[in-house]
């Protein structure tokens, strides 16, 4: 059993609430015990001490980040160190390279990662599999990966904290203050990641 | 958690997942349609008009052969789409591609999944094929959204297995009127239903005509389990943001944009204006010069109300 509401003291995370699965990753936040707020426009962002971009569809969250303005104000932020997390969707919106995006598509480009977006297939092809969260676990972590991108190649900054035994593929990866899920965490009750995000705060 | 790169701990063992129960699960297709909230969702002809959705930010297309003002004013017995369009639109665009099927033609509906559609709407636009009984959504992988113009009828579409409820409007006419009108009976009726006592939810779900187990859930909830979206006549920014306050979660637009006079921009501000629906002054900002808007029809005016479909 875990431990119900540790205090974590006056830490709030923000959600970018443009478009996308944000009820969800606020119920787990709330789960863990940690304040949330919706991130619509730049004004959202002073009081946050972390960003989750969830999951949606990036061609649509790189438009509207991009019609809000919120390309530089967020990518400030980032340069400034503030923790950020995305999944799915929202960890293209992270990454340097975007395969088989729209050619107008935009992303922050901090991760040092390649992504291919829709890399499994189509919806028929989405899955559940278990993934080992570490070196020592066995995959326990429930894996919901729907129309999920696929990391293709990675920088050196970049360690691998966790891979899906479908086919041993990196889904979690971390670069300094920046942690990405090709699945959908938010999607289960298994807090684990959160938990991981929210501790990525706390050394800050 | 530690932090050092994984090895593969099990080199040797087969997966312990079974690809059968993996895929198509009830948790992969409520999730698609929870990836779709906040967004709109875009009826397109054709892969021209799909690259214009995609383009103006649509979260999924609905692929088929007519939008609703067409097959209103058409007439005749309108089917699921040509499969050769739905490969055109697949292979155009990016993001999930929707198909409709007609009510109860569960062999339309096999059709739509060979060819790996995203989401199947088995749709009151089309002409329905079962005058009693709609498809059993619960052996299909591609997940189902079907329409509702109240809670009873909501309820039995997700004890069908739907995992997506868009109430119903009234297609084709670009008059939101019916739009609002479900929206808010579906809002009304959870209402009612989260804020009785316990002994009353039995005679709930008769009155509804709807399954107990899925009464009791909505009570606890205080939502449906599903996403509830919001479809048929809405043409312009402000009746996005209008559904989206009174608590839809994202926006089906039908004829309303590529019966308009300047799709592309109008698709555009329909996307932000559902994104900013609690910001009436970019609603505003948005709204400004979109060109001609549907001319539509009102819905009291229309000879077949396609809301009456589904039973």
């Not at chain 1, 894996?143 to 691998?160: C, H, M, Q, T, Y």
């Not at chain 2, 909230?37 to 002809?45: A, C, K, L, N, P």
């Amino acid at each position: 059993m875990r431990e119900k509401h540790r205090f974590f003291g006056n830490i709030v995370v923000g959600v970018l609430a443009l478009q996308g699965d944000v009820i969800e990753h606020r119920r787990a936040l709330d789960l863990v015990g940690v304040k949330s707020k919706e991130v619509k426009v730049p004004s959202d962002l002073e009081s946050i001490d972390g960003l989750i971009i969830p999951g949606g569809e990036s061609t649509t969250l790189s438009l509207l980040v991009e019609l809000g303005g919120m390309f530089d104000v967020i990518g400030e932020k980032i340069a400034g160190r503030m923790p950020i997390f995305g999944t799915c969707a929202g960890l293209i919106m992270l990454s340097k390279e975007i395969i088989d995006g729209r050619r107008d598509q935009k992303s922050f480009e901090v991760f040092e990662v390649s992504v291919k977006r829709n890399g499994y297939g189509r919806q028929l092809d989405s899955f559940e599999a278990p993934i080992a969260l570490d070196g020592t676990s066995p995959p326990n972590y429930p894996g919901v990966f729907i129309r999920a991108p696929a990391v293709v190649s990675l920088g050196d900054k970049v360690e691998v904290l966790g891979k899906v035994i479908k086919d041993e593929s990196p889904v979690l990866i971390r670069q300094g203050r920046i942690l990405g899920a090709t699945f959908h965490p938010e999607l289960t009750d298994d807090l684990r990641v959160h938990e991981l995000f929210i501790s990525m705060i706390e050394e800050v | 958690m530690a932090s050092s790169e994984i090895t593969n701990t099990h080199p040797d063992k087969e997966p312990s997942y079974t690809p059968s129960r993996a895929q198509g699960s009830i948790r992969l297709k409520r999730g698609l349609a929870e990836m779709l909230r906040g967004g709109v969702i875009m009826d397109v002809v054709n892969a021209e008009h799909a690259k214009i959705a995609e383009a103006a930010g649509a979260v999924a297309v609905m692929a088929l052969e007519r939008v609703p003002a067409d097959i209103r004013r058409d007439g005749g017995v309108a089917r699921m789409s040509d499969p050769a369009l739905i490969e055109e639109i697949q292979a155009s665009v990016t993001i999930p591609v929707m198909a409709k099927a007609r009510i109860g033609h569960f062999a339309e509906a096999q059709v739509l999944e060979a060819l790996e559609v995203d989401f199947i709407d088995e749709s009151e636009v089309l002409t329905p094929a079962d005058e009693a009984f709609h498809i059993d959504k619960w052996p299909f992988k591609v997940p189902f959204v079907c329409g509702a113009t109240n809670l009873g009828e909501a309820l039995r579409r997700i004890g069908e297995g739907a995992v997506m409820i868009r109430s119903k409007g009234e297609a084709g006419t670009g008059d939101v009127i019916e739009a609002v009108r479900h929206l808010r009976s579906i809002l009304r009726e959870i209402h009612a239903v989260s804020s009785a006592p316990i002994e009353e939810i039995a005679n709930y779900a008769k009155v509804l005509g709807a399954p107990v187990e899925l009464v009791q859930e909505v009570r606890e909830l205080g939502k449906l389990p599903v996403p509830l979206f919001c479809a048929g006549g809405i043409a312009t920014p402000a009746d996005a943001s209008l559904v989206m306050q009174l608590g839809a979660e994202a926006v089906f637009v039908g004829s309303g944009i590529f019966k308009s006079g300047d799709p592309a921009t109008r698709a555009r501000a329909i996307v932000e204006a559902t994104a900013h629906f609690d910001d009436p002054a970019l609603v505003a900002k948005v709204s400004k010069n979109l060109g001609e808007p549907m001319v539509g029809i009102s819905a009291s005016e229309v000879e077949t109300k396609l809301a009456n479909r589904g039973w």
